[in-house]
């Protein structure tokens, strides 16, 4: 049931339907929020923005059949792929970018297939509390520059309206969290975006020509598995797989994360039910959808946590309702065009708020494992991890294989874990 006066309770729970006009409003604030980072990741790269929109809907949508109904993920397009992806767009075309993507779906199938058969015990020793919280903290801390950035610069300068902006769109979000009632107070992601949306209009920062010419019905430009630029391509690419594959270390990292934060905020145990190799199933799936139709590698998005956090508003409706607007989205040219032009200096004030969200939700999962930092040994990951991720330390072995920090943290925290003794002498 839904709770009236416990502040601490969900306005709705894991399994609970809103009402259809609640549903539509809370299931559009989680399309805000992961709309910036999922469009931004194809043009990044040069994918096409309509096509990672549909693919991330319906990617939820397959997540959510996969794991019956049980688990309130929405799958973005991911940051962990972008170097790579980029470097084999620009070398041989989408088909090695497809090829990358459905490789990456396909090794969670396989870490799927030996979770559902030897348990998740070996999981538990790779990726310990104390390893995954400082990796949760890296995902969220990694992406405060572009908060931050996004916040305070206009056409790569600095300019007092996107600072008042992004400062503004933040203080609302966080008093309307804070202070107001019912259904608006399960939206204060939403309300931050249209209140700043609204200033940026004042301050001329929205361009609103692409809306007026954009048409209502558009046809997202999907790229095909094996079709580059219209023309067939059945050449294999090996590379691909070389250089995209590896990073799964961090999807996986923040896959595991994110249940952990999921099962915190709603006292629900993922990997019992519906079960790790259910989850994982899910999100390899939608990879591999995405890389069949054009669309980048998926993951599950801190964003959409963030919100359900803020909100409490935990119901795996909304995020599907969520997913079947961004699949409708993206064959509508006017609203799609409309959600893109929400500038930067907005979506920056956003990312301060969600950002943090998810670096404390890293903080959350140690504190709740009792993680000691008198121990030398936790010190020992903790900190390289960090420092590593958050300054992106990154290898580049070549113009097309280029490991990030986040990936680097995350490697070297699960080689740490594995080969530092577990009784180390307390920190002085």
């Avoid at 309770?9 to 609970?16: D, I, Q, T």
């Avoid at 409003?25 to 194809?42: C, D, K, N």
């Avoid at 019956?68 to 084999?88: D, H, N, Q, W």
């Avoid at 995405?290 to 508003?313: C, F, H, R």
Wanted: with cysteine.
């Amino acid at each position: 049931m839904q709770a009236k006066n416990d502040n601490n309770a969900p306005r709705y729970s894991l399994y609970e339907r809103p009402p259809f006009p609640t549903l539509v409003g809370l299931s559009l604030q989680h399309l805000f929020s992961m709309f910036g980072a999922t469009i931004l990741v194809p043009l990044l790269v040069g994918l096409n923005p309509g096509v990672a929109l549909f693919s991330s809907g319906i990617g939820t949508l397959i997540h959510l059949l996969v794991t019956r109904g049980r688990v309130p993920a929405y799958m973005g397009s991911s940051f962990a792929f972008i170097i790579p992806m980029t470097s084999l767009l620009k070398t041989f075309g989408y088909p090695a970018v497809g090829q990358g993507v459905v490789a990456v779906g396909l090794s969670y199938l396989v870490i799927a297939l030996i979770v559902a058969k030897v348990g998740t015990g070996f999981m538990d020793k790779i990726f310990p509390p104390e390893v995954v919280g400082p990796v949760i903290m890296v995902i969220g801390l990694s992406l405060a520059e572009t908060a931050a950035q996004s916040g305070t610069q206009i056409n790569g300068h600095y300019d007092w309206r996107a600072f008042l902006v992004a400062s503004l769109t933040l203080l609302v979000m966080i008093f309307s969290n804070q202070y107001l009632k019912g259904f608006l107070g399960m939206i204060p992601v939403l309300i931050g975006i249209a209140f700043g949306y609204c200033l940026a209009l004042v301050f001329g920062l929205v361009d609103l020509s692409p809306v007026q010419s954009a048409d209502w019905f558009s046809m997202p430009k999907f790229d095909f598995l094996f079709m580059n630029h219209g023309h067939f391509d059945g050449a294999f690419y090996p590379l691909a797989m070389l250089t995209m594959v590896p990073l799964v270390l961090v999807t996986l990292s923040e896959h595991l994360g994110h249940l952990l934060v999921l099962k915190k905020i709603t006292g629900h145990d993922f990997f019992v039910d519906p079960g790790l190799n259910k989850t994982l199933a899910g999100d390899g799936l939608a990879s591999v959808f995405a890389g069949l139709v054009g669309g980048p590698a998926v993951t599950s998005y801190g964003e959409n946590i963030g919100v359900m956090q803020l909100s409490k508003v935990y119901s795996v409706w909304v995020i599907g309702g969520a997913a079947v607007l961004a699949s409708g989205f993206a064959f509508i040219g006017k609203l799609s065009a409309m959600i893109q032009s929400v500038p930067a200096a907005v979506t920056g004030g956003v990312g301060l708020m969600l950002y943090g969200v998810i670096a404390t939700a890293g903080l959350q999962v140690l504190v709740d494992n009792k993680v000691n930092y008198s121990q030398k040994r936790n010190l020992l990951i903790a900190g390289p991890v960090m420092v590593i991720g958050i300054g992106n330390f990154h290898l580049a072995l070549s113009s097309q294989v280029d490991f990030s920090g986040v990936a680097l943290a995350t490697v070297l925290g699960v080689i740490l874990n594995l080969l530092l003794p577990k009784e180390g002498r307390a920190a002085k």
